[in-house]
């Protein structure tokens, strides 16, 4: 695991290097903290005199656009979800759901008008029942996950898959099609274990404005409920499919990337081979890493967890730090500003594997099963205390999952994206890519890392490089793997305004274009920035089935808003779509550019052809 350091193999200065040292070890610091825990998430919804605002987790929309709102509900029962909608639907005003903390990037959960009305979940987060005869349990659609495959963990019972963050929540993951990793059995996707569902929707004046829909097993409105994108009601409880509790073990190897090949054969043997497999590319780093992730007999020794390190709650300072050296190095710009990001894309990486991303060999102790006072910041020592960390075992609900920053515990930490603390701020880009083009994709990432400028990738090596997970061919109607998928996540930094391009965004750009328009790939409902949903609809063969559903539970639309409908076709001809035409709109990704202004020719980026897919249109210094 040779990479180069600070004074070595990247020529930084001295006074970058320190500062990134400073921050690596402040940021590996507060992991050995016997921690009671994080200031709380800020409240998604804020609502005065004047009407109400929903935020997201990030504290910003993919459009920079606030969302406005007249009111907020918080139902605690069926009966309060009942009036909630019959009273918008009687007054004609737009309804839309927000959860708890509100991870989704794209603007699902805005009503698209100011005299539109909110119904939170915050409130609506029990369990109804568990059956434990046929390992089924019942649930209010506001129930987070972490509160979820606890609850049901305490009677031996197990959720076969599950996200990777545990904040998000069951109606919320499902509106958005939220997956975790697997090709065995269902496959990775969490609403293929879905067996029932209930779903308050509008109704005629006759039925009193609004009606509760029971959805069995065996109607195929469920194939639309699973993956609903939020516009075909309240989704009030959920029944899920789960089966005895069960253990893991996880075992991650750190290997430097050889040929693409390698690399493919390796992705796919995981995933044949290991049911809960994964896998983090480094591309300017160079470097791979594979977890290896199986069941193991119950009566296996350990008591382990995944505690994943960029989930869990950071000093404020160190939060700000991060932010902090990021925008260091695009003011630096050029080879030096990208030289600043790869040390600190080195440092944040080394401080992850010296904490072994968190894994712990016993879930009753906070410090990782590793030495970290005798760990210097070097490869040797990052890759002896790396390795002695594994193999983890541990209960399905400790190791399938994992968050905790956004949860209420010790003043002073919070999440990295938390804008009270002037937190990161990144794009999210969330692919599921046919796994037949798995291989070529690879390769032209490789071509355009060689073809662009020395250094490019680092940005996304600071955001865990690229990320792999499986998930298997669905029946359902909007679900995103139409065919067996490599789900594939990778982040880079955003500016703090809409305007200003940011250092080798046009490399991004292209990896945007290159996945999703020549190889297929459709973009993650809850992630991504809004011209990866240009045409998205087109993708999908069961659309019309799915609007045949959509047209019985709201005809009217009052779940609907500007932005869905403009995601599912519905628009028309010449109605505004999902990106816009305006100045500077490519910046941020609310359009791919078509001419210089929608750059930011001004600031000496113009429109461009991409290196190496070359119908991509990028954003590009000269």
């Known amino acids: 695991m040779a990479r180069p350091a600070c004074g070595t193999g990247l020529q930084v200065p001295t006074s970058t290097c320190l500062m990134l040292l400073l921050a690596a070890v402040a940021w590996s610091c507060w992991s050995t903290m016997q921690l009671a825990g994080a200031t709380p998430a800020a409240a998604v919804e804020q609502c005065s005199e004047s009407g109400c605002t929903l935020d997201n987790a990030y504290d910003v929309w993919n459009d920079r656009s606030p969302c406005k709102a007249a009111s907020v509900v918080y139902p605690r029962n069926e009966a309060e979800v009942l009036n909630a909608v019959a009273d918008a639907v009687r007054t004609n005003r737009k309804i839309k759901v927000s959860t708890r903390y509100g991870h989704s990037i794209p603007k699902l959960a805005c009503p698209g008008t100011s005299s539109g009305v909110i119904i939170s979940s915050k409130m609506y987060n029990s369990i109804v029942s568990i059956d434990t005869e046929n390992a089924t349990v019942t649930a209010q659609g506001g129930i987070t996950m972490r509160q979820l495959i606890d609850q049901i963990a305490s009677k031996s019972l197990a959720l076969t898959v599950a996200p990777s963050f545990d904040g998000v929540t069951l109606a919320g993951l499902l509106a958005n099609g939220v997956h975790g990793s697997s090709l065995f059995g269902k496959g990775g996707a969490i609403h293929e ?203 399905q609900n400790d190791m399938a999952t994992a968050g905790g920053c956004q949860r209420d515990l010790k003043p002073g930490f919070y999440c990295a994206w938390d804008q009270r603390v002037k937190g990161i701020v990144f794009f999210d880009a969330g692919i599921a890519l046919p796994l037949r083009n798995l291989g070529p994709f690879l390769e032209d990432v490789r071509k355009l890392r060689d073809a662009a400028p020395a250094h490019s990738l680092c940005d996304m090596d600071i955001y865990t490089g690229f990320l792999f997970r499986f998930v298997k061919k669905t029946d359902t109607y909007l679900g995103t793997a139409q065919e067996d998928t490599v789900a594939v996540d990778f982040a880079w930094s955003r500016g703090n305004d809409g305007m200003t391009p940011r250092l080798d965004m046009d490399v991004f750009q292209e990896l945007e274009q290159i996945a999703i328009d020549k190889y297929g790939a459709r973009p993650h409902w809850g992630k991504n920035r809004n011209c990866a949903f240009e045409g998205v609809w087109k993708k999908y063969p069961k659309l019309l089935q799915f609007l045949d559903t959509k047209n019985r539970f709201d005809p009217s639309g009052f779940f609907s808003s500007e932005w869905s409908d403009a995601v599912l076709g519905l628009n028309g001809q010449g109605a505004p779509g999902v990106s816009t035409d305006a100045p500077f709109c490519a910046i941020e990704g609310n359009c791919n550019c078509v001419i210089d202004e929608h750059c930011a020719p001004q600031m000496n980026s113009f429109c461009r052809p991409g290196r190496v897919f070359t119908e991509a249109r990028v954003c590009r210094s000269r």
């Open 193 to 395: 274990y879905v067996i029932g569902m209930t779903i308050v929707t509008p109704a005629s004046a006759a039925e009193g404005y609004s009606k509760l829909r029971i959805l069995g097993s065996d109607d195929p409105d469920l194939n639309a409920a699973k993956v609903n994108l939020g516009v075909l009601g309240f989704v009030s409880t959920v029944t899920l499919q789960l089966e005895p509790m069960f253990k893991r073990q996880a075992t991650m190897r750190v290997l430097h990337e050889n040929d693409t090949g390698e690399l493919v054969d390796e992705v796919n043997r995981i995933s044949k081979s290991e049911e809960y497999g994964e896998i983090m590319w480094y591309p300017s780093l160079r470097e791979v890493v594979y977890k290896y992730d199986h069941r193991v007999p119950v009566t296996t020794p350990g008591e382990g967890k995944n505690n994943y390190y960029g989930l869990q709650s950071q000093l404020a300072t160190t939060v700000m730090v991060a932010r902090l050296t990021e925008e260091a190095a695009e003011a630096v710009g050029g080879s030096k500003g990208r030289l600043m990001k790869c040390e600190l894309a080195l440092s944040t990486v080394t401080a992850q594997q010296t904490v072994a991303y968190g894994y712990q060999k016993n879930k009753n102790i906070d410090i990782p099963n590793i030495d970290i006072i005798s760990v210097n910041i070097t490869a040797v020592n990052v890759t002896k205390t790396f390795l002695n960390a594994f193999p983890v075992v541990g209960y």
